[in-house]
């Protein structure tokens, strides 16, 4: 059993920025985020392997969200800046064996998840 701890959400104004964090019990493969909307599926953001060498993002966040991640501290990391109100979700931080199945939606573990409100 893998316990995932997201933090960093909270509210900022359209065009600001936020950085969220996820910290994992032991070390795992592919990390990354889902989030989900009011009355929307949840939906897939972003996902990075164990080498950081494969990287995918949403076309809705590409070129203003970006992921890293330290695997000393097992942790993975979303820096979002030019946000829109249209990224309000709860964002969760997810893991999976394969980074494929990862974006295709087979987690493994999830996290409790994190708020990210924008307002305009």
């Known amino acids: 059993q893998v316990h995932l701890v997201e933090s960093g959400g909270g509210l900022v104004q359209s065009g600001g920025s936020l950085r969220l964090s996820c910290a994992a019990s032991y070390s795992v493969y592919a990390m990354g985020w889902f989030r989900q909307a009011p009355g929307k599926e949840r939906e897939f953001v972003v996902a990075i392997d164990y080498e950081s060498e494969k990287i995918f993002y949403a076309d809705s966040v590409k070129g203003r969200f970006t992921i890293s991640r330290d695997n000393a501290k097992n942790a993975v990391y979303l820096q979002m800046n030019t946000l829109k109100p249209d990224d309000t979700a709860i964002y969760y931080c997810?893991?999976?064996?394969?980074?494929?199945?990862?974006?295709?939606?087979?987690?493994?573990?999830w996290g409790q998840g994190t708020q990210v409100t924008v307002s305009s």
């Open positions: 997810a893991t999976s064996g394969r980074i494929a199945r990862f974006v295709k939606g087979d987690i493994d573990y």
